[in-house]
């Protein structure tokens, strides 16, 4: 928005700076002087602001004394807003943020908060919030703005397409590719019909990178078709004229079409978008050759035409040393080695290959420290200079030596190729310490998969090869370190927020330093992509980012020493040893399960107090499609025989593939605890048939009655990760024992029969307080909830697998209010609860879009994120008397001291039992399942007998005097806090 700044800076302040002369007409020539030499320091600053911001800060400062002591208020407040947009410039974020927030003061005591200038304060004010990484804090601001600007501008398209732009940039940023493109279209949609008005070239040249954002998070949203179409809409809009901007515009979108045809496996497609790329850039525009030959080159690999790929890579390999030489540890020569590295693997000349992986490795390495070419050795992390860029030559690096294993059976070679996916992995780690957002920590963890799963295969075979058991493990901690990676770090931040003993100063500061580094790492990022990327500005920002390192690393030791309890609780492995995990479970009948969905496999870690074992399962894909088609038969039961049969065989296939090898190796398996990953995560496991009967031909209650199903004779509890199990969260107990309870009343369509009957129920057995009908408003339950046991929801979920932070929860509408009754996962991520157990009665509570190593992101998932230690929720809609009866039942088995897992096992039985001929489907018992925490619930007596039972005791052995003093007031002490009946 720069060119519309300079014009309203230029148009409003002239005006203005007539003003404050004509007051001062009479005054005495001094204060003439100041102000004219106040106004005169402005204009300088004003012109030089966009080509030298330090020359124009200087001006600024020197005005602004001056502008304050002539009392020329409205260049004074500009000034700062001046300097605000000087600093953002510079992109120094530490000197940026108070100085936009002086700026928003100044000038809104200046001229208020409905004029342009406040406008503008604000926007800087906004980028300055990004810049620091308060993302979500920034995009509020953004709305606001828009909206303002609606109001005093309704006519200005520009500015609010660039307003909709910025706020589209900072989702690309969270990785939330919906909300990127809704504020995209946006952006396109103002700057269009702006377009019908002017056709200026720096307004259509916007319009066009409008577009490019677009299509560029179709692309990142893996819906390719649609990014194709919008690349060539862009090259249709494109003004037919001679200019090195349109010529490089023009040159991207071919390339970035040829890059996603080489996605969808359309070669020759790639190779004549490649081909139209390279003949506009020798015609008008000798920009990035190179990635031509990459093109090339790739396609020729995939045609298995070696010698002509090696040239190609070979010629770009040539342009990038002729053009970057100058530039040491550039990521695009270290890719150019990796190229042909990769090529070399792809025709299994592994040795070649390690060659070229080494180098791509080295120049990514700070140049004062030397890889051993002979035995492949690796730099330690501190001596990596561009980290994501070395992750995957180390772990081409760590496949070919795996490969060499596999040739020459030679061990040394999986202990090398170990050593370089865990160099990998180690830079993953340090990545997500510097991520500030849950987003860009899941989008690591999604693409980091197969690194993970190489780390797996590597420790198995050493295992094999050595006979030491401790690689199973090591395998273990693999899989652990990419799961719920995120819902860890959320866990741990809940707990860090409820110890009171730590100031907020120091979180504060921490985010800073954070912030910062991740800032300037992603300006080294960005500025390396360019053709003729700025030298001096790079060493500048990695200087930057080496200070702000040094900066953490002294952070760090400080805070061990002076907040030991935060450090460990933010900083302390999440690991658990298998020691440990033996420690915690009771007998050999216990078995911790745990599986990681892998590309070419499925790993299934079993553990129990005696021994431990890893199973691979190489079928991967016909387990895959019977979970799918099991999931459809459970949520949309089909009522005849054969459909019944289709069920039993389907069944007991994916637990003879899934768990027959476990249940073989721990036979007196009663006990499971299972972290699923993958497609499992959408799988009750207490319907898998163990042993199938297939003698019932003709009555379709009889034969599902008869089937062995696992819950039969195993109690099953699920988790998100062993690090999250076995976290020690600091929470304190909550207030009031027993259960709220939450049954909204809807009409029509939305009836939903016996929710309330559930909550009603919940309550008398358990104590506690109920919101039925109207009462149950989602205001209600924001207000109550936090400090009961047990959470109880019966009310109509709804999942939203493309945006999961807009799953919701159905209460009953305020009275006479505006309010939404929609309460939305992004609502429940951002509260603090502290109870043991949500009951989720609400349809699709379970269900979502499945994340790798993050599990489904559902309602459940919020409420973990949330606080509750464990919770109960549904996986698909089940009649609403069914739901009450099991839970119900599973509150009497609760209240009787049962685990939340055996209560749930006990009242799913308890269904199957009493259940008439025509709800013996699994469909109608298998859609609650308990995740996290299975420990007891101490649900205590209502608070009435409570009191009975004290001025009984009391009664006896105290006087009437003390009786009167003490006793009564004590005791109203107790019902108060422990709160009001159901």
């Known amino acids: 928005m720069p060119h519309r700044l300079i014009c309203i800076y230029k148009f409003s302040l002239i005006i203005a700076f007539f003003l404050p002369t004509q007051c001062y007409s009479q005054t005495n020539n001094a204060i003439k002087e ?16 966009y080509d030298s911001p330090d020359s124009a800060i200087s001006c600024f400062s020197k005005a602004q004394p001056l502008l304050k002591k002539t009392k020329q208020d409205f260049l004074y407040a500009a000034s700062w807003n001046g300097l605000s947009l000087c600093y953002n410039l510079l992109e120094d974020i530490q000197a940026t943020f108070p100085i936009a927030q002086k700026a928003l003061e100044e000038v809104k005591k200046s001229v208020g908060d409905e004029h342009f200038l406040y406008i503008d304060a604000q926007i800087n004010y906004a ?22 600007a609606k109001h005093l501008y309704p006519e200005d398209l520009v500015t609010l397409a660039t307003l ?48 490019i954002n677009l299509a560029n998070t179709y692309w990142r949203k893996k819906e390719l078709s649609q990014a194709l179409s919008k690349y060539k809409q862009i090259i249709s809009f494109i003004p037919n004229r001679n200019s090195y901007t349109i010529a490089t515009v023009k040159i991207d979108c071919y390339y970035d079409m040829a890059q996603i045809f080489l996605d969808q496996n359309i070669n020759d497609s790639a190779l004549i978008s490649a081909i139209k790329a390279d003949k506009i850039q020798r015609k008008d525009n000798p920009y990035r050759p190179q990635i031509y030959y990459d093109i090339i080159g790739e396609v020729h690999k995939r045609d298995k035409d070696y010698s002509s790929a090696y040239e190609a890579f070979a010629q770009a390999f040539a342009l990038r040393k002729e053009n970057l030489r100058y530039l040491p540890n550039h990521p695009s020569i270290a890719r150019s080695y990796m190229d042909i590295g990769r090529l070399f693997f792809a025709k299994k000349d592994y040795d070649k290959a390690l060659n070229y992986l080494n180098q791509s490795i080295q120049w990514l390495t700070d140049t004062t420290y030397l890889i051993d070419q002979t035995t492949g050795h690796l730099p330690p992390l501190d001596k990596i200079v561009n980290h994501d860029d070395a992750i995957l030559p180390l772990y081409y690096k760590a496949k070919s030596h795996e490969r060499l294993f596999t040739q020459e059976r030679d061990k040394n070679e999986l202990f090398i190729g170990l050593s370089a996916v865990e160099l990998a992995i180690q830079i993953i780690q340090k990545m997500r310490n510097f991520f500030t957002d849950e987003e860009s920590m899941i989008r690591l963890t999604d693409h980091s998969n197969q690194i993970f799963e190489l780390a797996i295969e590597l420790c198995i075979k050493l295992s094999e090869n050595t006979n030491d058991d401790s690689f199973i493990e090591k395998a273990l901690k693999f899989a652990e370190q990419n799961k719920s990676i995120a819902l860890l770090n959320s866990t741990r931040t809940n707990s860090i927020k409820l110890d009171a003993s730590l100031p907020d100063s120091v979180l504060l500061k921490e985010k800073e330093i954070i912030n910062e580094i991740s800032f300037y790492s992603q300006k080294v990022y960005t500025e390396l992509q360019k053709p003729n990327a700025n030298r001096e500005q790079i060493k500048k920002w990695r200087k930057k980012i080496f200070l702000g390192e040094e900066q953490h690393r ?10 030991p309890r935060y450090y460990q609780l933010k900083y302390q492995d999440a690991h658990i040893s298998f020691q440990e995990i033996r420690r915690n479970l009771e007998s050999d009948t216990k078995v911790i399960l745990e599986f990681f969905w892998g590309d070419s496999a499925v790993y299934a870690f079993a553990i129990n107090s005696r021994g431990s074992r890893v199973f691979k399962l190489t079928n991967i894909n016909i387990i895959k499609d019977d979970v799918s088609a099991l999931m459809t038969l459970l949520k949309e039961p089909i009522h005849n025989i054969n459909a019944a049969h289709n069920f039993g065989d389907i ?35 207490e319907v898998l048939i163990k042993t199938i009967n297939n003698q019932e031909t003709q009555n379709i209650a009889r034969y599902y009655r008869s089937q062995l199903y696992l819950i039969k004779e195993v109690v099953i509890s699920y988790d998100y990760s062993l690090a999250l199990r076995y976290y020690k969260r600091h929470v304190p107990s909550p207030k009031i024992n027993g259960v709220i309870g939450f049954g909204p009343q809807y009409s029509g369509e939305l009836s ?11 309550v008398n057995l358990l104590n506690g307080e109920s919101y039925l009908g109207s009462s149950a408003t989602k205001k209600n339950f924001k207000e109550s909830t936090s400090q009961y046991q047990i959470i109880h929801l019966a009310a109509h979920g709804i999942a939203d697998k493309d945006r999961p932070l807009f799953a919701k929860i159905l209460f009953s509408k305020e009275p006479d209010s505006s309010i939404n009754p929609m309460l939305y996962a992004y609502e429940i991520y ?47 809609q089940v009649e609403g008397n069914v739901a009450g009866k099991i839970l119900e039942s599973f509150y009497k088995h609760l209240k009787n001291g049962e685990t939340k897992s055996r209560a749930l096992f006990k009242a799913k039985r308890d269904f199957i039992a009493q259940a008439s001929p025509d709800q013996l489907h699994p469909h109608f018992w298998a859609t609650f399942t308990q995740i996290g925490d299975e420990t007891p619930i101490n649900v205590k007596p209502k608070t009435g007998v409570i009191l009975v039972i004290l001025l009984l005791t009391s009664s006896l052995f105290i006087g009437g005097y003390i009786f009167r003093k003490t006793i009564i007031p004590e005791a109203k002490g107790l019902r108060d806090g422990i709160g009001k009946q159901g």
């Open 34 to 49: 100041d102000s004219a030499k106040g106004s005169t320091l402005f204009w300088k600053g004003i012109s030089l602001v």
């Open 127 to 148: 980028k300055s919030l990004r810049d620091k990484g308060q993302s979500h804090d920034a995009i509020s601001l953004y709305q606001t703005i828009i909206k303002k």
């Open 164 to 211: 909709y732009n910025n706020i589209g940039g900072i989702y690309t940023e969270l990785g939330d590719y919906e909300e990127c493109i809704r504020y995209f279209s946006q952006a396109v949609e103002n700057q269009d019909e702006h377009l019908k008005e002017s056709k200026a070239y720096e307004d259509t040249i916007s319009f066009i990178n409008f577009n």
């Open 554 to 563: 002294k952070f760090l030791i400080q805070l061990e020493h002076s907040f």
């Open 651 to 685: 069944s007991h296939r994916v637990f003879t593939n899934l768990l027959s090898p476990v249940f073989n190796e721990f036979p007196k398996t009663t006990n499971l605890i299972i972290i699923p990953d993958g497609p499992l995560c959408t799988l009750p496991f």
């Open 752 to 762: 939903l029969t016996g929710n309330q009957s559930q909550i009603e129920r919940a």
């Open 830 to 876: 951002n509260l603090e609860l502290t109870a043991e157990l949500a009951v989720l009665s609400a349809c699709e509570a379970d269900v979502g879009n499945f994340q790798r190593g993050e599990g489904v992101f559902s309602l459940a998932r919020a409420f973990k994120y949330a606080g509750c230690n464990s919770i109960i929720s549904s996986k698909w």
